[in-house]
């Protein structure tokens, strides 16, 4: 369980009560009882499906998957019964909450995103539905992408990127980039107007319809509108262009210029050593990842997902007036070490304390918006670029020059994808290659190749298209958070034992309770902008 301080403590008992005085529904009590059973349900068989256990309390899959489709349809019949008039405030929201939930993320028929059941091959078919279409086009990251084929051996496509930053002769990585190309056809043929990627953009944008994209969700949580995210991105990365010193790139070189630190601490960085690193920075931050039982799955094998992620087990509660801790999991592939990889399970363990730490009523306990979530994840992964984390918890450092610009190569990277699909989801019938290649090669300085879908080597590009701004954007906000807590609390690039009681506290404990941009307004106490990220860009410009 968390450390939570005496305010966390009292506000924990006023939100598990219904807060100040105001008593729930029991019909909304009731129905979030078995909310809370449908969610763990959900994130049991998850569970099993990921291959971290077959067999959960005694029962397997498919006793699961009768407890699910049970309480889905409990939960279904009792939430259409409520009417939200004469209920309070928080009683309303919890409600809107959970019908959201039900509508989104917990189908009638239990379904996956990380295990989708469709194949590759599926993606040529001209007639899929959305999540069908978006289903096969990720099981060609995890059949093809997982599988590249490199001087007579297989690697998966986050140990290439890994390789890439890595291999000093230019002819290697030049065929470990255009080792690729199998995932790249896969996913957008030769770029004509019916590639599996070109049908699928306009079922995303109809599919929007008005509620909005991913892109809108994003502006929302931080209060702004999409025309002006848009807009932030292309100011990000032309105060890169202007600092980054302009030499063009071919992209194969782009990971290797941006990879001297990782190849200076290569040594230090062994796969092995990455969970014991996470546990020590971690616990010089006041969360121990032990005591918090997250449980880990980091072995590469066939068939595993093709992303790291975290996700639930099961989700805090109240269980006879105490409180059951949450149960959280993380997935990821680690078969070769880095600095870049360990960055990834440092923010995947950022997710993993972010969820342990909320602790508030069955309808709220989630993370409230993809955008505050990743980038809350890169407040603590960040500093793994900073020379005094390195020295720390590595036994040295690269030299900083080389750090920032091996994070801002790859947060610019990330910030160019955002503005793709920001761009592309406006226009579907666009062109990707040739929209890649202009932001690619105007703000990266990276060397055209429209011939080529390289922009195709992240799988959340196809599994949730428009999902990319999360990182894109979020690192305006990972940036500006970042910022706010060392004005606050001091440094804490080399741990800091107030950073999680404060940050739950202030940040995290609410969950879906609070609307996130009234919150981030008031923990920054001011709205998000994009000036801590522009600042630290310029920490790469030559010295005037
Ligand atoms: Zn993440």
């Known amino acids: 369980m968390p450390k939570t301080t005496c305010l966390l403590a009292v506000v924990l008992a006023l939100s598990l009560s219904g807060r100040a005085g105001q008593t729930s529904s029991p019909a909304v009590t009731e129905a979030e009882a078995i909310y809370a059973d449908l969610a763990d349900s959900y994130g049991v068989i998850s569970t099993i499906d990921s291959g971290l256990f077959s067999t959960y309390q005694g029962k397997d899959r498919v006793a699961w998957e009768r407890v699910y489709n049970q309480k889905r349809k409990q939960a279904a019949d009792k939430l259409s019964k409520i009417s939200v008039s004469g209920l309070s405030a928080l009683d309303a929201r919890a409600l809107e909450v959970m019908n959201r939930h039900l509508r989104n993320d917990f189908p009638e028929q239990f379904r996956d995103e990380n295990a989708p059941p469709e194949h590759c091959q599926d993606a040529q078919r001209q007639n899929l539905s959305m999540t069908s279409l978006e289903g096969a086009l990720s099981a060609c990251f995890t059949e093809l992408g997982n599988n590249l084929e490199f001087e007579g051996k297989h690697v998966t496509r986050v140990s290439a990127l890994g390789m890439l930053e890595e291999i000093s002769e230019e002819p290697r990585r030049k065929k470990l980039f255009y080792a690729f190309t199998p995932l790249w056809d896969a996913v957008n043929g030769k770029d004509g107007a019916a590639s599996p990627y070109r049908r699928l953009l306009p079922l995303v944008v109809s599919a929007a319809g008005g509620h909005g994209t991913s892109i809108d969700s994003a502006a929302r949580t931080i209060g702004v509108s999409s025309r002006e995210v848009e807009s932030w991105l292309e100011q990000i990365l032309d105060a890169w262009r202007q600092v980054d010193g302009g030499e063009m790139v071919e992209p194969w070189n782009y990971f290797y210029r941006g990879g001297e630190a990782t190849r200076a601490l290569s040594a230090v960085t062994p796969k092995d050593s990455f969970v014991s690193v996470n546990q020590r920075y971690y616990r010089d931050l006041g969360a121990d990842l032990q005591q918090l039982g997250v449980l880990y799955d980091l072995e590469a094998r066939p068939g595993k997902a093709p992303l790291a992620y975290t996700d639930y087990v099961t989700r805090g509660r109240l269980v006879d007036g105490k409180w059951r801790p949450t149960v959280v999991r993380i997935s990821g592939s680690y078969a070769t070490g880095g600095l870049g990889l360990l960055n990834e399970l440092v923010h995947e363990n950022g997710h993993a304390v972010h969820m342990m730490a909320i602790h508030v009523r069955p309808a709220f306990m989630d993370v409230s918006a993809a955008l505050f979530d990743e980038a809350f994840a890169d407040v603590p992964a960040w500093n793994t670029y900073e020379p005094a984390w390195q020295r720390k918890y590595l036994g040295q450092?690269?030299?900083?020059?080389?750090?920032?610009?091996?994070?801002?190569?790859?947060?610019?990277?990330?910030?160019?994808?955002?503005?793709?699909?920001?761009?592309?989801?406006?226009?579907?019938?666009?062109?990707?290659?040739?929209?890649?290649?202009?932001?690619?090669?105007?703000?990266?300085?990276?060397?055209?190749?429209?011939?080529?879908?390289?922009?195709?080597?992240?799988?959340?590009l196809v599994q949730m298209p428009g999902y990319m701004v999360n990182y894109g954007l979020g690192s305006v906000l990972t940036a500006d958070l970042r910022q706010h807590t060392r004005e606050e609390l001091g440094p804490f690039e080399a741990g800091n034992p107030q950073w999680y009681s404060w940050t739950g506290d202030h940040l995290l404990h609410f969950g879906e309770e609070m609307d996130t941009a009234a919150l981030l307004k008031q923990f920054l106490g001011r709205p998000v902008s994009p000036q801590a990220l522009l600042d630290q860009i310029q920490r790469i410009a030559p010295r005037k």
Request: hydrophobic content about 50%; proline content about 6%.
């Open 397 to 460: 450092a690269a030299p900083e020059a080389a750090s920032l610009r091996g994070l801002l190569s790859s947060v610019m990277l990330d910030v160019a994808w955002a503005l793709f699909e920001c761009r592309i989801l406006h226009t579907p019938t666009a062109d990707p290659n040739a929209m890649w290649t202009d932001i690619t090669s105007r703000y990266l300085h990276i060397v055209q190749h429209p011939e080529i879908s390289w922009w195709a080597i992240r799988g959340q």
